[in-house]
């Protein structure tokens, strides 16, 4: 019987991050303070969030 040793498997890849069209941007890994948002159908990254809707003042 042969084992494996999960420890030096080989890492995936990174899994690469989606907005959804009515969700909230997501932050994207590795570019800190970037967002990626879901405008008119494409995949864009911008430098900023715009503040959420039925936020506290």
Known sequence: M???NTTT???HAPRQV???PGWPPVAIPGR???WRH???G?????P???P???GTP
């Open 42 to 46: 494409r995949q864009v990254d911008l």
């Open 38 to 40: 879901h405008i008119d």
């Open 2 to 4: 042969t084992t494996r």
């Open 9 to 11: 498997s080989v890492p």
């Open 32 to 34: 800190p303070g970037w």
């Open 52 to 54: 959420q809707a039925g």
């Open 18 to 20: 989606a907005a959804t």
């Open 48 to 50: 900023s969030r715009p």
